[in-house]
């Protein structure tokens, strides 16, 4: 007997392909593939996962209360209207799986993160993609890519896998030109390296067609944990939680965000040096001749002259165990995309680079 047909939808997806982390035959790798922090997660989450880990047997919260809260207080924001998931992809599937069926469209830049389409084609709906210029969001394309079955339209800022972003007045205009009954949603994945960019949430306080997400998984350093969470309107989070599942973080997963969220001192100490570093590495990649975009994320965009250089260029570095990120898949083959580092890893990946270009 035959297993049932999958959903509509479902086998138009393209698996996700995160960031390699080994290079056979190399055992001091540098993986700069995949956005993560340095400098790991702040000692006060670590102590938080472990002391959290010894209640393991017991189930954790199913209304996240702690970890709400100090993202209100942090964020002064209304605890009642915030949301958490395992890692912002589960509450862009939620809002996917809540508003979106087949028939229905979701728009998202064409450079934008992947999960968007994946997200979209799980539920059913389908993704339309609006060209970008010069790898930035272009405003009139986003709306323009609008039409009267739109539901959701995603926007990373600052976005991956460019690091360029948008200014307010831009994402207000997103807002106000959306068709009825549609809702922006603002990925903030990475703004806390953007300054004092609030990444929407006060548009999101006064606006009931814009959410905003956020995760642990960039500057808290909390990847393996997967732990994100939203913001926005009452009606949205209550719609959302009908269909959250009730267990979806662990004990140890919600005590360390908590902990992590709380040490503002660690983020400001982790922005302070990406800032410094995504500087030198910028200005390091751009002697060697190649075009970088003014980044505001943990990452840069460099650009080749074409495929072929790119990819020789990706090769020779894990021939050195350094690995960044090919971008084929984001419609940017000619680029590869590289983790600011530590010191020692710019360092590291600028001295490949030089290597490199001297072959």
């Known amino acids: 007997m035959q297993a049932p047909a999958p959903q ?7 698996l996700y392909q995160g960031g390699a982390s080994k290079v056979p035959g190399v055992e001091d ?24 880990a010894g209640a393991m047997h017991l189930y954790p919260s199913t209304d996240h209360a702690g970890l709400r809260r100090a993202i209100a207080e ?8 915030v949301i958490c998931g395992v890692g912002s992809d589960e509450v ?17 830049p064409a450079q934008g993160f992947l999960m968007y389409p994946i997200a979209t084609r799980a539920a059913g709906g389908t993704p339309v993609a609006a060209a970008e210029r010069d790898r930035v969001v272009d405003v009139d394309a986003m709306l323009a890519a609008c039409g009267p079955r739109t539901k959701l339209m995603f926007l990373a800022n600052p976005a991956n896998p460019t690091g360029t972003m948008i200014g307010g007045q831009d994402v207000v205009r997103l807002a106000d030109g959306l068709p009825e009954g549609c809702l922006l949603v603002l990925d903030g994945a990475y703004v806390e390296y953007a300054g004092d ?3 929407g949430l006060g548009l999101a306080g006064v606006r009931e067609n814009v959410f905003v997400t956020r995760t642990f998984s960039k500057m808290y350093g909390l990847g393996g944990l997967r732990v994100g969470w939203g913001y926005g309107a009452q009606a949205v989070i209550d719609v959302l939680n009908r269909i959250r599942g009730p267990f979806n973080l662990s004990n140890v997963a919600l005590a360390a965000a908590e902990a992590a969220m709380r040490d503002r001192d660690f983020v400001a100490r982790c922005a302070e040096d990406n800032r410094v ?21 943990n990452f840069v965009l460099a650009r080749f002259e074409n495929e072929a250089a790119a990819r020789d260029c ?18 940017l083959p000619h680029c590869l995309r590289m983790t600011v580092g530590d010191a020692a890893g710019v360092t590291r990946l600028l001295e490949g680079m030089a290597a490199w270009a001297r072959a």
């Open 277 to 297: 570093q995504r500087a030198r590495l910028t200005e390091g990649l751009r002697d060697l001749g190649l075009g970088v975009d003014a980044s505001e994320a």
């Open 314 to 331: 990706d090769a020779a570095l894990k021939a050195q165990g350094i690995i960044v990120r090919h971008l084929a898949g984001y419609g």
């Open 8 to 14: 509509p939808g479902i086998m138009e997806i393209e």
């Open 74 to 81: 942090v964020h002064d924001l209304d605890a009642a209207r």
């Open 197 to 199: 960019f609030d990444g």
């Open 92 to 108: 862009l599937h939620l809002l996917c799986q809540a508003y979106v069926g087949p028939g229905d469209e979701v728009v998202h």
């Open 29 to 52: 790798v540098l993986k700069l593939s995949s956005n993560e922090n340095p400098h790991g997660a702040p000692e006060s989450a670590v102590a938080a996962a472990r002391e959290a």
